[in-house]
């Protein structure tokens, strides 16, 4: 069985916006899409920027150094859908998110 461990509130992380977080050792980018949230690695395969910080548009994060973009939901690269960052599953408890790592 998976372990969920808590990132975040989800107070903290309005609709339309991202938050870094680390947990179990690594930094994850987490996403409220209108209701959903969504966590992926939060370093940008081009040049490692930080997912966390880009723009939310529907599903897809713009990185803020370059404008690669992710869909959140599958950690695909708009432009190369063979390019990832890695997805991970998430849960909400009460007012927590909860991740699986």
Same mark, same amino acid.
């Given at each position: 069985? +998976?372990?969920? /461990?808590?990132? +975040?509130?989800?107070?903290? #992380?309005?609709?339309?916006?991202? &938050? /870094?977080? *680390? @947990?179990?050792?690594? !930094?994850?980018?987490?996403?409220?899409?209108? =209701? !959903?949230?969504? @966590? #992926?690695?939060?370093?940008? &395969?081009?040049?490692?920027?930080?997912?966390?910080?880009? %723009?939310? !548009?529907?599903?897809?994060?713009?990185?803020?150094?370059?404008?690669?973009?992710?869909?959140? !939901?599958?950690? +695909?690269? @708009?432009?190369?859908?063979? #390019?990832? /960052?890695?997805?991970?599953?998430?849960?909400? *408890? =009460?007012?927590? /998110?909860?991740? %699986?790592?």
């Amino acid at each position: 069985m +998976a372990d969920f /461990v808590k990132v +975040a509130a989800t107070s903290e #992380i309005p609709a339309g916006a991202g &938050k /870094v977080v *680390e @947990a179990g050792g690594k !930094t994850l980018a987490v996403f409220n899409c209108e =209701g !959903t949230f969504y @966590a #992926i690695d939060n370093t940008c &395969k081009h040049r490692g920027g930080p997912l966390g910080e880009g %723009s939310l !548009t529907g599903k897809s994060v713009m990185c803020p150094w370059h404008g690669w973009e992710y869909d959140v !939901t599958t950690g +695909a690269c @708009a432009m190369d859908e063979a #390019i990832k /960052v890695q997805t991970f599953p998430v849960k909400v *408890e =009460g007012g927590d /998110v909860l991740v %699986s790592l």
